[in-house]
């Protein structure tokens, strides 16, 4: 099971955005992080915990290992505001965080 | 350019069935998986099943093991995802979702979604 945490976050922009995601198991590092933007299908920003996707801007990095993760979104824009998922592809079945909701302060 | 596209949602009774499929194009369809993945509405994401290039492997969530089948035909590059059994549960935009594959199960594209409804 994937939690995230919070479930919402409100960030001034340009200020810092920390989200959180705890595996209930470890998941080595075998985690991705995912952007959805509302009536849009998401978008793979981080893979291998801490690798950006092609095109991904260098505001947004990754950290952790294991069953604690972080997604840092550097200082805040105001296209940042969607919600954010974290995935485990370490085993079967794969599973989804359920999510946290960045928005502007 | 890379695309998947979705095709064959709508409204359905509860009991029935509905196949989806996705046509994948611009990309060397064998060197890369193909995923569904769902989306209720107002919810989260929920991975929903997997097949491997060869065929070999399957996997599904326990949501849908025995009731959904998922298929390849990578003569035409699509993948198909036959549901039965259709519950109010299934509602979601469901999503094909592209992947590495081999360990590498994170997903670096994905199609707009086809949305199923089920509803009496």
């Known amino acids: 099971v994937m939690t995230q945490s919070p479930a919402t976050l409100s960030v001034s922009p340009g200020e810092r955005a920390t989200l959180s995601c705890g595996a209930s198991?470890?998941?080595?590092?075998?985690l991705a992080w995912y952007q959805q933007k509302p009536g849009q299908a998401p978008r793979l920003l981080i893979y291998l915990t801490s690798t950006r996707a092609a095109g991904i801007p260098a505001r947004f990095s990754g950290s952790g290992s294991e069953t604690e993760f972080t997604l840092t979104i550097s200082s805040l824009q105001s296209e940042d505001v969607a919600v954010y998922y974290c995935q485990q592809y370490y085993a079967w079945p794969l599973t989804f965080g359920g999510g946290t909701k960045v928005e502007i302060k | 350019q890379v695309q998947l596209v979705e095709s064959g949602g709508g409204v359905v009774q509860p009991g029935s069935s509905l196949r989806l499929s996705c046509a994948a194009s611009g990309f060397t369809f064998s060197a890369y998986t193909i995923h569904w993945v769902r989306q209720a509405p107002g919810a989260g994401l929920e991975w929903v099943a997997f097949?491997?290039?060869?065929?070999?492997?399957?996997h599904y969530a326990d949501s849908v093991e025995g009731r959904f089948a998922i298929s390849r035909d990578s003569s035409d590059k699509t993948l198909h995802l036959q549901m039965n059994s259709l519950s109010p549960e299934d509602t979601a935009v469901y999503y094909c979702a592209r992947s590495r594959g081999a360990g590498s199960h994170y997903f670096d594209f994905w199609g707009q979604g086809a949305r199923v409804t089920v509803s009496s």
């Open positions: 097949l491997s290039n060869d065929g070999g492997e399957i």
């Open positions: 198991q470890s998941v080595g590092r075998s």
